[in-house]
């Protein structure tokens, strides 16, 4: 079984720019989170997606978008970036999203530097 | 909206020592309530998971949890440190409302002391 992938695992951007990052689900699931976690900090939900629509957004700005494919597989993407931005950004997915006891299976994340 | 607060940003235990790591929630409504793990470089890994069945709650690599409503916690415990417990702990709660959209505490970094 293939866990939660995520890519790239490092990324340097400057302000003003914008960057995608790439999310694979676990097999079998149909729901992807998203999460930013700044240094030294707790992760902060950002949006989730299920069946391709989204399901819940967190407090983040419109600049911060989403999309789910047919596949379950999963972008963040972020324009105008900001050096607060800069940060580990993790990907989750799970079985359902409505089920608030079902677990959340976490990648390893993308580490964004904003310069 | 809830939240989850965890006390001491940063925990020293000697190897062989108790682990006890602290959980506070608030929300309005009965939360589910989760401890994840944190090693350097990686993703966030389940230990365990309070769903109300029952209060006690055993997870992985020894440590368990106990949910106690009128103290709004959800401590976590482990009898005796290994120096491969050294990671960065996080809380977590999500409710009926929402899902499970996790709110997460600003996590508990353990050093293992030989």
């Known amino acids: 079984e293939t866990g939660v992938t995520q890519s790239p695992t490092h990324l340097i951007k400057t302000r003003g720019q914008q960057v995608t990052l790439r999310c694979s689900s676990q097999?079998?699931?149909?729901?992807v989170s998203w999460y930013q976690q700044a240094l030294g900090q707790g992760p902060q939900f950002i949006f989730q997606?299920?069946?391709?629509?989204?399901?819940g957004r967190g407090n983040f700005p419109p600049r911060f978008s989403g999309l789910q494919f047919p596949n379950y597989s999963s972008e963040l993407n972020v324009n105008a970036l900001e050096l607060d931005d800069s940060a580990l950004y993790l990907c989750?997915?799970?079985?359902?999203?409505?089920?608030?006891?079902?677990?959340?299976?976490f990648g390893p994340g993308t580490r964004l530097t904003v310069l | 909206a809830q939240s989850v607060t965890q006390l001491g940003s940063h925990v020293s235990v000697s190897e062989g020592a108790l682990v006890l790591l602290r959980c506070n929630y608030s929300?309005?409504?009965?939360?589910?309530l989760f401890w994840y793990v944190q090693y350097p470089n990686q993703g966030l890994q389940l230990l365990l998971k309070y769903t109300s069945a029952a209060t006690l709650v055993k997870g992985i690599n020894g440590f368990e949890a106990e949910f106690k409503k009128s103290e709004t916690s959800f401590h976590l415990t482990k009898p005796s440190a290994h120096m491969s417990d050294a990671a960065e702990y996080f809380c977590a709660v999500s409710v009926g409302t929402a899902g499970n959209k996790l709110t997460f505490g600003g996590g508990t970094r353990v050093l293992v002391k030989p």
């Open positions: 097999s079998g699931h149909n729901t």
């Open positions: 997606y299920y069946r391709e629509e989204e399901n």
């Open positions: 989750a997915s799970s079985l359902g999203g409505e089920n608030p006891t079902d677990t959340q299976y």
């Open positions: 929300s309005s409504v009965p939360p589910y």
